[in-house]
């Protein structure tokens, strides 16, 4: 980490990243409870204990002012329906927003705030997502063959809580159905709801 001002290359070929400081790995066995097929997640966690997504980071200090950035990289795939996709988090500072800018493949954001407002955006490359302040938000990949790569920032004091969302999940789930990608409700927010 420096305090100096600095450059890094993303390169979308052979995928390289020049230069980051924390490399975050989430196998299956990380996202246990996450997926709604959790007899799916238990027959695939069984055969072998697959990446689903990485973070390549730049570490700064968590304070405002800083900007914390890196690239994310969800794996295609599917566990039953749903396909792969992040944990999801809202900011622990809820009033902080982050900035998405999708560099391949194709995508959707799911997002919802406390009060139950949800949103999909569709992430395909050189677009950019804004997430505002105080929305949840989980980057899923919709396609079967290929990385979803997104660029993030997000400012440095805006901590991360991820208890909210393993409890129920997003009121949204992304399945994969005949062929392409649906928008659902879930089954354990609608417990709830009901
Ligand atoms: C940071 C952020 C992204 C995600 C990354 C992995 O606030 O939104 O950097 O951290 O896409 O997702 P999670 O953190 O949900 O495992
Ligand atoms: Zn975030």
């Given at each position: 980490m420096s305090n100096k001002p600095y450059t890094y290359d993303v390169s979308l070929t052979e995928l390289n990243i020049s230069h980051y400081d924390h490399h975050l790995i989430r196998r299956l066995s990380a996202m246990e409870g996450q997926f709604l097929d959790q007899s799916a997640h238990e027959v695939l966690s069984d055969?072998?204990?697959?990446?689903?997504?990485?973070?390549?980071?730049?570490?700064?200090?968590?304070?405002?002012?800083?900007?914390l950035h890196g690239v994310s990289i969800i794996h295609p795939g599917v566990v039953g329906e749903e396909y792969f996709m992040t944990k999801g988090h809202f900011h622990a500072e809820l009033d902080t927003a982050e900035l998405y800018y999708c560099l391949q493949g194709e995508g959707m954001m799911v997002m919802e705030t406390p009060e139950g407002e949800w949103a999909?955006?569709?992430?395909?490359?050189n677009r950019a997502l804004y997430v505002p302040p105080r929305?949840?938000?989980?980057?899923?990949?919709?396609?079967?063959?290929e990385d979803l790569i997104t660029l993030f920032v997000y400012t440095g004091h805006a901590g991360h809580d991820y208890?909210?969302?393993?409890?129920?999940?997003?009121?949204k789930?992304?399945?994969h159905r005949e062929g392409k990608p649906v928008i659902v409700d879930n089954p354990r927010q609608l417990q709830l709801d009901g």
């Open positions: 055969e072998e204990d697959q990446i689903i997504y990485e973070v390549y980071q730049h570490r700064h200090p968590e304070v405002p002012g800083e900007l999909i955006e569709r992430l395909i490359p929305w949840a938000h989980r980057s899923v990949n919709t396609s079967l063959t208890r909210t969302i393993e409890q129920l999940g997003f009121r789930l992304v399945l």
